[in-house]
């Protein structure tokens, strides 16, 4: 019991100073979790051994922050975005919804490798600074981007069908064939929500320069000193080395934190060949990731501590045990419902791995099958899974966009439960979710 009510204690408290701003992730991913374990018994040496374990699965992903916020760091500075700036805003010719369908449409397509860090870099690097030309909300900007991918992290090889496959243990083509219907009704959901929120943005005055006002403050905002790290010349380099890490992104197994480190040096020796211009820039981009590494290796802290301790499965048992027995049979569409809060405080190993075994053993004494409780869990635990602060992808969305974890989540939260629900709604219509 005292396990369960710690791991509520650590969610809540973490989520409320987050949201208040009353602390850095860092502080409270690691102080909050120790605390809780020593509460709980724990002796220094097995707290070291949770933290040792929930490390090891994120410092890929640190390592990933750093080269990849690095070489786009980089790109930006020898001038490659500078012409697709110039390019989307003339297409887009000053129309804000235009340019949150192309928002939305990039995302689609780089959410297909199910790698929302990769989407994030993909998708806003570029549009960022049409974004704030057009004086559109980055959080509006952001908000498309993350219902496309809540959509699209539902495939065979993302995250949550995975899990949940090899939780019942199917394979996760046949898991994925009935989601299809689901999936699409869930991207046309989010397209109408993309012109709805294109409106929104217009009402707030954005998209009032002309197309020409734009594309002249583009070309003018370029002071001398940012001039000279401009390498007009290489361009074709810098855009084909690009594309290269793309496509090895998404067509090869290697390592993504490999290829954007082999894609780092090479722009560096390439663009800066002096070796004081090579360590002035990085220099210069360190504080960029530096944060964000750290935030990262610290929510592997939380992460650790939460899931190797016991805690996540005291805490589905506790709401197991407290549940009125008559909304029993109801158990795994309430668990859907309020699929998107759980994800936001439960990393997805314990969710899929702790949680959706102790759920499909209670649904099986009212008859519901294993497949509608895990079509339910993942449904309604994917929605805000973009929102989650025990996920390192979230930090890579918070870095690209320069916004804080408050902003991201007020204003991205309730449309992105909406959107869960609405398919969650059309998948219990379809027969896919027993209800």
């Known amino acids: 019991m005292l396990l369960g009510i710690t791991g509520f204690l650590i969610i809540f408290i973490m989520v409320f100073l987050l949201l208040k701003e009353k602390a850095i992730p860092v502080s409270v991913f690691v102080c909050l979790p120790i605390i809780g374990a020593l509460i709980n018994g724990f002796s220094i040496s097995e707290i070291a051994d949770f933290v040792t374990k929930g490390c090891s699965t994120v410092w890929p992903m640190a390592a990933l922050f750093v080269f990849t916020v690095t070489y786009f760091d980089l790109m930006a500075d020898v001038g490659l975005f500078d012409k697709v700036v110039e390019k989307s805003v003339k297409i887009a010719n000053g129309n804000v919804t235009g340019v949150l369908l192309a928002i939305f449409v990039i995302a689609t397509v780089a959410s297909l490798a199910a790698d929302s860090p990769s989407t994030y870099l993909i998708t806003m690097i570029p549009m960022l600074p049409i974004v704030r030309k057009l004086k559109i909300r980055v959080t509006s900007a952001m908000l498309v981007t993350c219902m496309a991918i809540s959509v699209m992290n539902l495939l065979p090889w993302g995250g949550a069908v995975n899990r949940a496959c090899i939780t019942v243990g199917i394979d996760s083509a046949v898991m994925w064939k009935p989601l299809i219907p689901v999936q699409i009704f869930g ?16 009402k707030r005055g954005a998209g009032k320069q002309s197309e020409h006002d734009v594309v002249d403050t583009v070309a003018l905002e370029i002071d001398e000193e940012a001039a000279a790290l401009k390498r007009p010349k290489l361009l074709w380099f810098n855009v084909l080395l690009t594309v290269v890490v793309f496509v090895l992104l998404f067509t090869t197994d290697l390592p993504n934190y490999f290829i954007f480190m082999c894609g780092c040096v090479l722009a560096l020796v390439v663009n800066y060949p002096s070796v004081p211009m090579q360590k002035e820039r990085i220099n210069v981009h ?18 650790g501590v939460l899931n190797n301790s016991g805690m996540i499965i005291a805490m589905a048992d506790m709401i197991i045990d407290f549940l009125p ?5 109801y158990l795994h569409l309430i668990f859907g419902f309020f699929g998107g809060f759980i994800g936001l405080g439960v990393n997805p190993d314990p969710l899929y791995y702790g949680l959706l075994p102790i759920l499909i053993e209670v649904m099986a004494n009212f008859g519901v099958s294993a497949e509608s409780v895990a079509y339910a869990l993942m449904i309604g635990g994917d929605s805000c899974f973009t929102l989650s602060p025990v996920i390192a992808g979230t930090y890579m969305a918070l870095t690209v966009s320069g916004l804080s974890y408050k902003e991201h989540m007020r204003h991205s939260l309730i449309p992105l439960w909406i959107l869960g629900l609405l398919m969650l709604g059309f998948a219990m219509v379809i027969g896919l979710v027993t209800w």
Do not use: N
């Open 187 to 202: 991207w046309f959901c989010a397209l109408i929500a993309v012109f709805f929120i294109g409106k929104g943005e217009k």
């Open 325 to 329: 027995q008559a909304l029993g049979p």
């Open 286 to 303: 360190a504080e960029d990731s530096l944060m964000s590494v750290a935030t990262v290796l610290s929510a592997g802290v939380l992460v």
